[in-house]
């Protein structure tokens, strides 16, 4: 038989004071990191025989914005396949010259996109879609048959944006 030798106060205490320093560290994480309301509901959004191949997010002087690039079958109708809690989706506002873009800087290139529709959720968040991507970050993390039917139009791909605040 094996006794057991019991742990002795002081390394209960020792114990107890690591796992209050431990939960303290992880509030004041949690505290002093800011949340991404626009990452949280573009993570909510789904979107019908579509897979999410890249996403991204971050913040700027209008609000926190996140966004993910979609790839699936050719589509006209894009919103009926994309849905969120409190989403209404219409079409993109337009402007004498045709629908209006968005201005958008991802990554270090400039976006060339065609805005297909737009949308305010229940939150507070606003959300666009765009085709045409033509943009180096999101081309590097489509495969070569991606691209290739993206450019001949046998498959589908978006950018879906989702900005809360003023953004």
Known sequence: MSWRRMPSRRAIKVMAWAIVVVATAAVIIAWVVPRNDAKSYLNQVT?????K????????????????????PPTDEIRGVVSAPGLTLGPAPTTPDG????????GEKPLVAKWVA????????????????????????LTSSQLAGMRDGSIGVFLLQVTCGKG
């Open 47 to 51: 979107v019908a025989g579509f897979v």
């Open 53 to 72: 191949v890249a996403q991204q997010n971050g913040s700027s002087g209008a609000g926190p914005w996140a966004e993910a690039l979609f790839v699936g």
């Open 99 to 106: 629908p209006a873009s968005p201005s958008l800087l991802l």
């Open 118 to 141: 737009y949308g305010d959720a229940t939150n507070g968040c606003h959300v666009s879609i765009d085709k045409e991507i033509e943009n180096p970050y999101y081309e590097d993390r």
